[in-house]
């Protein structure tokens, strides 16, 4: 299934967690970490669980557990229980191959496995975001610019400037690794137009999904990382093409020489498309 938004719910509140997967985002995080208070953080388990156990949605079901350590065993502990609808959970504060692995503990402690969505969110976990994406569980990286950031005690602006390179190094490093790249949020969830913006930075750089916080974000993040009926007809040009000239001699489509750099581009357009039900 494509990861083309992934939309975070706080895991204490049971109404938004049973209709966040009407919002249409292709996976729906279910929080413990960040979004919920530490004196919440009981009742939240017992709450996501309880959801869990009686949901059955067409898109992936996540968790996002707090950092490995007895608080990440707690939240596997509770959710776990009886019979829940789960498909992967997300690990937050990676910052190296290690904790992945300690995560995969637990898990196999639990008697659960499990695929695991890798948040890579500091200097630590950017300079090894080649070791975590490559560890055997993880199935997808994701960078948080925000906490990243911090860390660094770089400004945040506008532009984003102060974290394109560790943006770049997630991505690079996802794709490396054959694994999905997932963007960071975009925080003003009320500025629709600087949040297409900043989607199509980030389909630029090679990402394949970004992360979300309301669910009036989704639809334009989907919109976003589906190709328009223009761009697929070029690429389905671009192949055809190919095609027919089995490899022989120079292609060329829309009066462009096609090489193979542009036809790894227009592979990927046309499985963006089929991802998104759009061919």
Known sequence: MPRRSVLFTPGDKPDKLRTAPDSGADVVVFDLEDGVAPAAKDRARTVVNDVLCDIDPDCEVCVRVNPTGIAADDDLGAVLSGDPRLDSVMLPKVSDADDVETLVRLLAEHDADLPVLALVESAAGVLHAEAIATADATDALLFGAEDYAADVGATRTAEGTEVVYARQRVVA?????????????????????GLRQDTERGIEMGYDGKMTIHPQQVTVVNDAFTPSDERLAWAERVLDARADADGQGVVAVDGEMIDAPLVAQAERIVARAEEAGKR
């Open 173 to 193: 490093a996802a794709s490396a690794a054959g694994i999905d790249a997932i963007d960071t949020l975009y925080t003003d969830f009320e500025d629709a137009k």
